[in-house]
């Protein structure tokens, strides 16, 4: 930790302490993921998600019964909608890897801003 940091740390009330640790923990994996569920466009993040897990099981079910077909265009009228929701499954789930970096960058402002108005306060004070 830098001399800067320690400083900041000494110079913070009960309050601000408590807002800094929490600032300063990392969420995992999974708090971030379900993060994107919370605030004003959570609800857009939950439909996208409920029509991945939609497409990947009609995926699976149209490869289940591809591999149970005896010619080949009943296979082909099986296997090509089997391979477009299988690939537009997972196209779906990385659309939200952008708003959970997204959310991880605005944590990291929201922790500089409180960094700065700090270093405001004690060249002020």
């Known amino acids: 930790m830098s001399d800067l940091d320690e400083m900041i740390r000494n110079a913070l009330d009960d309050e601000e302490q408590g807002l800094l640790h929490e600032l300063e923990r990392e969420p995992g994996f ?8 919370a605030g004003p466009a959570g609800w857009a993040n939950l439909i996208l998600m409920v029509a991945q897990a939609v497409f990947f099981i009609a995926g699976v079910w149209f490869a289940w ?13 099986w296997g090509l909608p089997a391979l477009v929701l299988l690939i537009v499954a997972p196209v779906l789930k990385m659309g939200l890897m952008p708003v959970m970096e997204g959310q991880k960058l605005a944590r990291d402002i929201r922790r500089l801003e409180l960094r700065i108005e700090r270093l405001r306060g004690d060249q002020a004070g």
Request: glycine share 4%; proline share 0%.
């Open 30 to 37: 999974f708090e971030r993921a379900f993060g994107t569920f």
């Open 65 to 77: 019964v591809f591999y149970q077909q005896d010619s080949v265009i009943e296979a082909l009228r």
